[in-house]
Structures are given as structure tokens and as C-alpha cells.
């Protein structure tokens, strides 16, 4: 490990120097891409670096180990012992730093969420679990910005959209794609029995406009009267933007702002970063499963995760996870669910280079 760090060593100085270098300066994807990456040094140097220091203090150690005698030895001897507990320590912290990094951490998250199986109620869980995401950005300072947002009858979503920023964003919202089950009496059950509904969470990272370019040609545009709950006209022009990329058939809508041109910024955003997901998948050999994969198709016995309010008790399906603390964590409280699907990944991409005898470099 000691090679692995002085060769990050290098790269951390050479990566200084790019940041540095006029040409990267003038372009901002390059200055971005240099700026992530040196980020990405520094935390892992901050333990490779105690790691080198710790090593050196053991060979002295031993060293003079070897020449001392009585009670020096012995004080040697515990040194040399915490010292190999320390160097164990951090091997382990550096060994999951350098695991392969998701190439989307940093990135601005898009979260989708519509209503699925279950009618009205199917919204009314989308509106929870949208407040429930907007808290969470709230507790780690993450901005939200809102896309767009199609209420239902009785005050729901039908579907809505915001845009995360936050560094870790990325990492901890990546989880939530797919389909989330809900088992609680709704508003609308006069006989007070339980009913089990759904909603989707689609969740995308933003895509810069250098990375997905698009040609007009290849947009329909479409424009039309926004309008609100039950068909009501929320707007008196016709400023809902309706884009269709012709090469793949992906269509975005946007009503949410006045202008039109607002709209179709937002919808271009949206479609960006779509096009971007594709892409990415279509490099893993997934192509078109991509969003597929996470939403399904909204059915019930898809789920990734089941909010139970009876027992007050959310159940994570993927890890196994079950915590009594359902309303905490509409509230927001979603640590303890991101924390355990982020160490099982670890602990899976860990495993994985155990077997192929090897560990991949930051």
C-alpha cells in the first residue's frame, strides 16, 4: 500500500499544478474535473500520508528494539505493538478510500418521484416522501430546487422533481431509486382497513451541457396551456413545454414556471441528464435497463423499501434492514438507511477485490 500511496503522492502534486495551468483555468470542465480529483487526493492522502509516517516510526522502532535492553526493550516492545495496531487501522480506512469511486459523486442529483399503484393515496405517499427528502437535504445543507410538480386532486403529486446540490448528495440519494411501498389506513378508507400502495423514485445525475450536447434537429417541441389539479388552467398562455428527442423517444414536460422559455431550460436539464444515464449504462452494457432498473414497473412487489405505519417501521429489502423509527425518518431522518446500503456496498466492492487479489486506485 505504501507504493499505491507515494504514486497518489505524485498524482496529487501533478494535479496541483494543473489547477494552476491557464489552459485548465479557461475550461471549466477541465478546471471541475481537476478540482474533484484533488478533492479526491487529499482525503485520501490525509490517511496514506499517517499511514508512510506510522511505517517509518515502526522499521526505527524495531531497530532500536534490536540494541535496547531491560525496561527499554520492554517500552520499545509496547510501541512497536500500538504501532502495528495503528498500521492496521489505517490500512483498513485506506483500503475502502481507494475503492472505485462512483464517477457520479459530486454531481447535482435530480429525484423523481410519481405516484404509482394505489390511486389517490399512491400521491399522497409521494407527497410524503418528497417532504421527506427535501428534510433530509435540510439536515445535511444540501439546496433543493424545485423542477416541476403535478399536484393531484386531493393535494398529492402526481409527480414531481427537484434538483439536490450538495457534495455528498449524489452518494447518499443514489439508493433511493425505485419503487417504495407504503402499508397505512389512507384518508379515503371510511372502514379504517390498511391498504399497501407505491411510489416510483427515479434518481438521475445531473448532466453538464459539454457532456450531453444536442442538436436541435433532433428535438420535437411541443407548447401548450399549463394546467392544474382536475384540468383546471393554472396559466392563461401557453408556456408548458412539451420536448421529444426523436433519436431515443424520451419526453420531458414542464409546466411549472410562466415563461416558456424557463420551462423548456428546465426540460432540456431534465433531458441532459437522462440522455447522460443512458449513456453511462449503455458503457456498463445496461443501455436501456437504466431507469427501468430502478423504477420497475411501479408494482408493489418490486419494492426496494416498505413504510409501515402500524408498527411505525420502515423495512429496507435490499440490506435487510427493519428500524422502528418510521416517523423520524419521514422526517428526514434517513442516515441509518444510507449509512448501511453505503457500507454494504463497500463491503461487497471489498470482496470483490479479495477475490481478484487486488484493490483499484481511487
Same mark, same amino acid.
Given at each position: 500500500?505504501?507504493?499505491?500511496?507515494?504514486?497518489?503522492?505524485?498524482?496529487?502534486?501533478?494535479?496541483?499544478?494543473?489547477?494552476?495551468?491557464? /489552459?485548465?483555468? =479557461? #475550461?471549466? &470542465?477541465?478546471?471541475? %474535473?481537476?478540482?474533484?480529483?484533488?478533492?479526491?487526493? *487529499?482525503?485520501? +492522502? $490525509?490517511?496514506?500520508?499517517?499511514?508512510?509516517?506510522?511505517?517509518?516510526?515502526?522499521?526505527?522502532?524495531?531497530?532500536?528494539?534490536?540494541?535496547?535492553?531491560?525496561?527499554?526493550?520492554?517500552?520499545?516492545?509496547?510501541?512497536?505493538?500500538?504501532?502495528?495496531?495503528?498500521?492496521?487501522?489505517?490500512?483498513?480506512?485506506?483500503?475502502?478510500?481507494?475503492?472505485?469511486?462512483?464517477?457520479?459523486?459530486?454531481?447535482?442529483?435530480?429525484? /423523481?418521484?410519481? =405516484? #404509482?399503484? &394505489?390511486?389517490?393515496? %399512491?400521491?399522497?405517499?409521494?407527497?410524503?416522501?418528497? *417532504?421527506?427528502? +427535501? $428534510?433530509?437535504?435540510?439536515?445535511?445543507?444540501?439546496?433543493?430546487?424545485?423542477?416541476?410538480?403535478?399536484?393531484?386532486?386531493?393535494?398529492?403529486?402526481?409527480?414531481?422533481?427537484?434538483?439536490?446540490?450538495?457534495?455528498?448528495?449524489?452518494?447518499?440519494?443514489?439508493?433511493?431509486?425505485?419503487?417504495?411501498?407504503?402499508?397505512?389506513?389512507?384518508?379515503?378508507?371510511?372502514?379504517?382497513?390498511?391498504?399497501?400502495?407505491?411510489?416510483?423514485?427515479?434518481?438521475?445525475?445531473?448532466?453538464?451541457?459539454?457532456?450531453?450536447?444536442?442538436?436541435?434537429?433532433?428535438?420535437?417541441?411541443?407548447?401548450?396551456?399549463?394546467?392544474?389539479?382536475?384540468?383546471?388552467?393554472?396559466?392563461?398562455?401557453?408556456?408548458?413545454?412539451?420536448?421529444?428527442?426523436?433519436?431515443?423517444?424520451?419526453?420531458?414536460?414542464?409546466?411549472?414556471?410562466?415563461?416558456?422559455?424557463?420551462?423548456?431550460?428546465?426540460?432540456?436539464?431534465?433531458?441532459?441528464?437522462?440522455?447522460?444515464?443512458?449513456?453511462?449504462?449503455?458503457?456498463?452494457?445496461?443501455?436501456?435497463?437504466?431507469?427501468?432498473?430502478?423504477?420497475?414497473?411501479?408494482?408493489?412487489?418490486?419494492?426496494?423499501?416498505?413504510?409501515?405505519?402500524?408498527?411505525?417501521?420502515?423495512?429496507?429489502?435490499?440490506?435487510?434492514?427493519?428500524?422502528?423509527?418510521?416517523?423520524?425518518?419521514?422526517?428526514?431522518?434517513?442516515?441509518?438507511?444510507?449509512?448501511?446500503?453505503?457500507?454494504?456496498?463497500?463491503?461487497?466492492?471489498?470482496?470483490?477485490?479479495?477475490?481478484?487479489?487486488?484493490?483499484?486506485?481511487?
Amino acid at each position: 500500500m505504501l507504493d499505491q500511496v507515494e504514486a497518489l503522492e505524485a498524482e496529487y502534486s501533478e494535479v496541483e499544478s494543473r489547477l494552476a495551468d491557464p /489552459e485548465v483555468i =479557461g #475550461a471549466p &470542465g477541465r478546471l471541475q %474535473a481537476a478540482g474533484r480529483r484533488f478533492k479526491e487526493l *487529499e482525503e485520501v +492522502l $490525509a490517511v496514506g500520508r499517517p499511514l508512510a509516517g506510522a511505517h517509518d516510526d515502526l522499521e526505527a522502532a524495531r531497530e532500536l528494539a534490536d540494541l535496547a535492553e531491560g525496561d527499554d526493550r520492554d517500552q520499545l516492545r509496547v510501541e512497536i505493538s500500538a504501532l502495528e495496531d495503528e498500521i492496521l487501522r489505517l490500512e483498513g480506512e485506506l483500503r475502502t478510500l481507494l475503492l472505485p469511486r462512483d464517477p457520479n459523486d459530486g454531481r447535482p442529483v435530480i429525484v /423523481e418521484i410519481r =405516484g #404509482a399503484e &394505489g390511486g389517490e393515496e %399512491a400521491n399522497l405517499f409521494a407527497r410524503d416522501l418528497h *417532504e421527506m427528502y +427535501l $428534510a433530509f437535504a435540510a439536515n445535511h445543507g444540501w439546496s433543493v430546487e424545485s423542477l416541476e410538480a403535478r399536484e393531484s386532486d386531493m393535494g398529492g403529486f402526481s409527480e414531481v422533481m427537484v434538483l439536490v446540490k450538495g457534495d455528498d448528495a449524489w452518494t447518499r440519494l443514489k439508493y433511493e431509486g425505485g419503487v417504495h411501498r407504503v402499508q397505512r389506513v389512507p384518508v379515503t378508507e371510511s372502514q379504517g382497513r390498511i391498504h399497501t400502495s407505491s411510489a416510483t423514485v427515479s434518481v438521475l445525475p445531473e448532466a453538464d451541457e459539454v457532456e450531453v450536447e444536442l442538436d436541435e434537429s433532433d428535438l420535437q417541441v411541443d407548447v401548450y396551456r399549463a394546467s392544474g389539479p382536475g384540468g383546471q388552467s393554472v396559466n392563461t398562455t401557453d408556456s408548458a413545454v412539451r420536448l421529444t428527442h426523436k433519436p431515443t423517444g424520451l419526453v420531458v414536460s414542464m409546466q411549472d414556471e410562466k415563461s416558456q422559455l424557463q420551462n423548456k431550460t428546465k426540460a432540456l436539464r431534465v433531458l441532459r441528464s437522462r440522455l447522460l444515464k443512458i449513456e453511462q449504462d449503455r458503457q456498463l452494457s445496461e443501455a436501456s435497463e437504466a431507469r427501468r432498473g430502478q423504477i420497475g414497473g411501479g408494482g408493489r412487489s418490486e419494492k426496494i423499501r416498505t413504510y409501515n405505519f402500524k408498527e411505525n417501521r420502515v423495512t429496507d429489502h435490499r440490506i435487510g434492514l427493519t428500524l422502528h423509527k418510521l416517523d423520524r425518518i419521514l422526517a428526514g431522518d434517513l442516515d441509518d438507511v444510507t449509512d448501511g446500503l453505503l457500507a454494504d456496498e463497500r463491503t461487497q466492492q471489498l470482496a470483490a477485490g479479495l477475490e481478484d487479489g487486488s484493490t483499484a486506485g481511487a
